[in-house]
């Protein structure tokens, strides 16, 4: 992990937005100021016992002096939701990274059409707070199981741009209360759509658009959890290190990145779920197996680059430029 970037903050204030979630609040140390962020941007956060984590920022960006992260208790959690919800109090201290931004809004865009599922709803309503301060054209839909699971939910409806934001709580049944076939179609050149929430919710979003004949330059997604795939079929490759010619072999129970650690070679890595970029790596020559969330479909498809952390390969060999 790199350090270069990182910052320390102090937890000014910790509370319950909703069941099973809680937000923080984040301030400069003394004398100190935050770098700038922009509506979409995430963070990473340092935790007990060496773990990172990436959480979006959702208050306005035009609030130079806190940054506001909410964190889901997840009940499969590799410990960095329990750790947020256990371990860090108001009053802390911690290390976090200069915001980052793979979720950025479309400027030239003639409305922006806001989708959130769950947690979701963090960098959607950094989203909506900047539009609402430019008066641009958006509308926000925000669909969670149950009322009480939904955070922000109160902050929204007490918003002067509420009558732009819609709150859709599922039926008692499961039956989603918002009709996206309804809601995107038809396709309206000039709107962009956003969407950010569980991978159920996002890829229902997403196919829906996509089968409507969204554009895929209209479409914009950030999935803010993954996990490493392992699947029976996974073989061994090889990896090639350009520049010194070394070649290590990956396992089927190996990543990659691990598998050039064991010859001495470190890849940055952050998330280590295929989501942040943070190891994105160039490929010189070989096909990869992409198995990550951040490259868009037509990146990957370009087979130029992949990342380490989670994706493999189809070819026998992978000759990366490191």
Not at 90 to 116: C, D, E, M, V, Y
Not at 135 to 151: K, T, V, W
Not at 294 to 318: H, M, V
Request: net charge negative; charged share 20%; glycine share 8%.
């Amino acid at each position: 992990m790199n350090h270069e970037n990182t910052l320390e903050v102090r937890i000014a204030c910790k509370q319950d937005e909703a069941q099973g979630i809680c937000s923080l609040e984040l301030l400069p140390l003394d004398g100190q100021t935050l770098p700038v962020f922009s509506a979409g941007s995430h963070i990473d956060v340092h935790l007990p016992g060496g773990l990172v984590r990436q959480y979006s920022l959702s208050n306005d960006c035009a609030e130079a002096d806190r940054y506001v992260i909410a964190v889901l208790r997840e009940p499969a959690s590799r410990g960095g939701s329990a750790a947020v919800h256990e371990q860090l109090q108001a009053g802390q201290q911690i290390t976090i990274s200069a915001p980052r931004n793979h979720f950025a809004l479309h400027r030239p865009a003639q409305k922006h059409l806001l989708l959130a599922g769950g947690i979701g709803i963090t960098p959607i309503l950094a989203m909506a707070r900047d539009l609402a301060r430019e008066s641009a054209d958006f509308e926000l839909h925000y669909c969670g199981r149950a009322r009480e699971r939904m955070a922000f939910a109160d902050v929204i409806e007490a918003a002067p741009w509420a009558g732009k934001a819609q709150l859709h709580v599922d039926e008692a049944s499961g039956k989603s209360a918002l009709d996206l076939g309804a809601l995107l179609q038809p396709v309206q050149p000039g709107v962009h759509l956003y969407v950010c929430g569980p991978k159920g919710f996002m890829d229902a979003v997403l196919d829906t658009a996509r089968a409507a004949g969204w554009p895929q330059e209209q479409l914009h997604y950030e999935f803010f959890a993954g996990e490493v795939e392992h699947r029976a079929d996974d073989e061994s490759f090889e990896v090639e290190v350009a520049s010194t010619g070394q070649v290590v072999r990956v396992t089927p129970e190996q990543t990659v990145v691990q598998a050039l650690e064991s010859i001495g070679i470190c890849v940055q890595t952050s998330c280590e779920q295929g989501v942040c970029g943070t190891c994105l790596t160039r490929v010189i020559s070989g096909q990869p197996d992409h198995r990550d969330m951040y490259l868009t479909e037509e990146e990957q498809a370009a087979n130029d680059q992949f990342l380490p952390c989670c994706s493999r390969a189809r070819s026998a060999r992978l000759v990366l430029e490191l």
